[in-house]
């Protein structure tokens, strides 16, 4: 195991040497929350890419192939579904917006009201989901090293913290893109291929298990629906892929870039289902499905190669847990604290370099408070569940709303909002946190007081709507100075 080792070693340095670059590059807000707005079509793909496709996305991929085969493909296709129809649809919109979170969209399309609410459900989501990609630590760390659950979440922690803390996205950025290569070679080109021929091929497999592990739908229709319903609405609204498409120079690069990542997302998919089916036949009776990914790396894989795939594995997890930590202090810091401050009558900070040091600030308390959290819950599932439910129940109908329905008004979507996400709270107390009725009714709830309150209500200020549909143009925003030249993108 020593070459393992070293191969983990050098790759977390690695992420932490990338902080550094990141700190000498990240002068103003823009470079710190969003690149400068500057990547090209090659990193923003890439970085896309990366963050969508974490650990539950990489283990819990590979495990849900190891319980329903092919099909257990569904809950990651559905990731590149909404990844395509966010890039196709809404994705050049977006970055011509020029704003740093969902909420300020919110704001803009609304006429004000909206952000701190909205703000405050979106933090939940951020967190809960860095929570659980930092929770997913304890279970590399422990194949790597043997090591307990509580020092394995520390240690990953703190390295994203780090480097987030660092550089901002321009860290985020390049560590991503590390980890979309490590993760493309270990899990596509290394584990993939030889975990089939050990399984004795296609014909070996299906000689070995039964039909329904092939069949493309065997996982369950109304299963797959609760799919498309949490990921791939998901993928349109979540601040940790916003922020990424604001990081697009164009939004060219955001619609192509994104139609390439999604495409990847799709593969991705039915590569962890296949390697999952193949563990099935080595390993017909792990208790946990989720051990498959862990068990057929340390059993089948010739040492190096066994490091370079489980760097993989955390190469998957660092890129989600990074993109939503520093999503997560975002919405804090703009969108939460800074109106709680303006409630107050507090002066707001100026100049970029107290700004950057203030989201640095935030990234930081945000990031211990994600490794405190993650070292007292229990369970990835109900975490990321509660995640998703809240996201899509309470956000998903007012800002799709707001893109493509004029008529929708701000006591609308503060309605929808609110019922929408109390109605997932209350229904998750009923029925379980794990059952799908809580994000349907949620769902339905919301999107009945949107049209409702919003026909009831006297329609949004034609001056509001006005520049609205400049910034959608591309034009009004405020120009964001490049302060750092020569950064590729």
């Known amino acids: 195991m020593a070459i393992d080792y070293a191969v983990i070693v050098i790759y977390l340095a690695g992420m932490l040497a990338m902080g550094w670059w990141g700190m000498r590059r990240a002068k103003s807000k823009s470079e710190f929350l969003v690149a400068g707005r500057r990547l090209g079509p090659a990193m923003y793909s890439g970085t896309m890419a990366a963050i969508v496709l974490g650990g539950a996305s990489t283990i819990g991929g ?32 977006i970055a011509r917006l020029k704003v740093y979170t969902v909420s300020e969209m919110l704001d803009l399309r609304y006429g004000g009201k909206a ?25 590399i760390f ?3 090293f043997d090591m307990h659950r509580t020092v394995a979440i520390i240690l990953g922690g703190a390295i994203v913290v780090a480097y987030s803390t660092l550089g901002g996205m321009w860290s985020i950025t390049i560590t991503d893109m590390v980890q979309f290569v490590v993760k493309s070679i270990g899990i596509l080109i290394l584990l993939l291929p030889i975990a089939v021929i050990k399984a004795g091929g296609f014909s070996g497999m ?15 229709g109304e299963t797959i629906f609760t799919y498309v319903l949490i990921y791939t609405f998901g993928m349109l609204i979540g601040q940790d892929i916003w922020q990424r498409v604001f990081t697009a120079r164009s939004d060219t690069v955001a619609r192509t870039g994104g139609t390439v ?35 057929i790396v340390k059993d089948q894989l010739p040492m190096g ?21 520093i999503a997560c202090a975002t919405v804090a810091n703009n969108d939460i604290w800074s109106r709680v401050r ?13 700004e950057v040091k203030g989201n640095r600030i935030f990234i930081l308390v945000m990031g211990v408070a994600v490794i405190v959290i993650a070292i007292q819950l229990g369970s990835v599932v109900e975490g990321l569940t509660v995640a998703y439910d809240l996201l899509v129940g309470g956000l998903l109908v007012p800002i799709l709303g707001g893109l493509l329905w004029k008529r929708g008004t701000v006591y609308g979507a ?42 009831a209500t006297p329609p949004t200020d034609p001056a509001v709507l006005a520049n609205w549909r400049e910034r959608l143009a591309g034009r009004g925003a405020e120009t964001e100075q490049e302060t750092v030249a020569g950064v590729p993108a």
Do not use: Q
């Open 414 to 455: 503060l309605a929808a909002v609110v019922v929408g996400g109390a109605s997932v709270l209350v229904l998750m107390a009923v029925y379980g946190i794990l059952a799908n009725e809580p994000v349907y009714y949620g769902l339905l709830a919301s999107l009945v007081m949107y049209v409702v309150v919003s026909l």
């Open 305 to 325: 190669v066994r490091g370079l795939v489980l760097a993989a594995a955390l190469a998957a997890v660092m890129s989600t847990s990074s993109g939503a930590l």
């Open 342 to 354: 303006g409630l107050t009558g507090s002066a707001p900070v100026e100049g970029d370099h107290d």
């Open 62 to 93: 590979v495990g849900l192939g190891y319980k329903y085969g092919l099909s257990g493909a569904w809950m990651v296709f559905t990731i590149g579904l909404g990844l395509l129809a966010l890039s196709v649809f809404f994705s050049a919109r």
């Open 142 to 144: 422990d194949v790597i």
């Open 206 to 220: 299906k000689a070995k298990l039964p039909t329904e592990y092939f069949d493309p739908l065997g996982i369950g």
């Open 261 to 295: 990542a999604g495409t990847y997302c799709l593969v991705y998919a039915i590569a962890g289902s296949v390697i999952g089916t193949a563990a099935k036949v080595l390993y017909p009776h792990l208790a946990n499905p989720d051990d498959a990914f862990a068990t």
């Open 115 to 139: 952000g701190l609410i909205s703000g405050i459900v979106m933090w939940a989501y951020t967190l809960m989901l860095a929570v659980t990609s930092t929770i997913a630590y304890a279970t």
